[in-house]
Structures are given as C-alpha cells and as structure tokens.
C-alpha cells in the first residue's frame, strides 16, 4: 500500500513540474494557423472582380445575375498527375461589385463513364 501511494506522489509530483502554463492571449510573433495551410485560397471577401481576377490569375466567364451582383465562373490549373492535366471549376458570388463567396465544384468526370 505505501509502495502505491509514494509512486501515486511521485507521478503526481513529475506531472505538475513538467506541466506547460496556460496561454491566454496568442502570441502575435506566432503565425496563425490558417497561415501555414499550403493550400490557402488568395481570395478575401470584398474583393473587386478585377483584384480577384489578379489574385487568381485566370480570366472570369460570366454564369448569371444583374450587372454588380454577378455569378463568375473560372478554370483553376492545378496541375494533375502529369499524364493527365486537372482544371478545377470556380464559382464566385459577386454582390454590390465585392467578393461575397466561392465555391469550388469539381464535378464528376465525364471522360470515364
């Protein structure tokens, strides 16, 4: 029993030495984590068409909707397995001329029905 409860303080003891303090405020030197993603999108909401277009680096085709409050589609190269390439399709909301949402569609591939 008393072989027990001296290995209960001594683990008790190791575990409170070797505990980390609580961070409550982030450390600004610190990137966050959506930072380091590799796969960051370089879209942010309120973009203009023209900046999103330079952001992406693709030409826009026009889907729907009232001049300012348009629907773009575009055609992200993203490279592929090399034996075959890989465009993904991009939609982009666009309300009161700003960058209101994306959505990547990848769709179903057609070529091997």
Do not use: C
């Not at 961070?23 to 973009?47: I, K």
């Not at 348009?70 to 075959?84: A, H, Q, V």
């Amino acid at each position: 029993m008393k072989t027990i409860v001296a290995a209960l303080l001594l683990t008790l003891a190791a575990t409170n030495a070797n505990a980390q303090k609580p961070r409550l405020f982030a450390d600004p030197a610190t990137p966050t984590f959506t930072a380091t993603l590799s796969n960051n999108t370089p879209l942010a909401f309120g973009m203009g068409v023209a900046d999103a277009q330079r952001a992406l680096g693709t030409p826009f085709t026009y889907v729907s909707g009232r001049p300012g409050n348009e629907i773009f589609l575009t055609f992200r190269d993203l490279g592929g397995s090399g034996l075959f390439p890989h465009h993904d399709r991009l939609f982009l909301q666009f309300r009161k001329h700003r960058l209101t949402g994306w959505k990547a569609d990848w769709g179903e591939n057609w070529m091997w029905r």
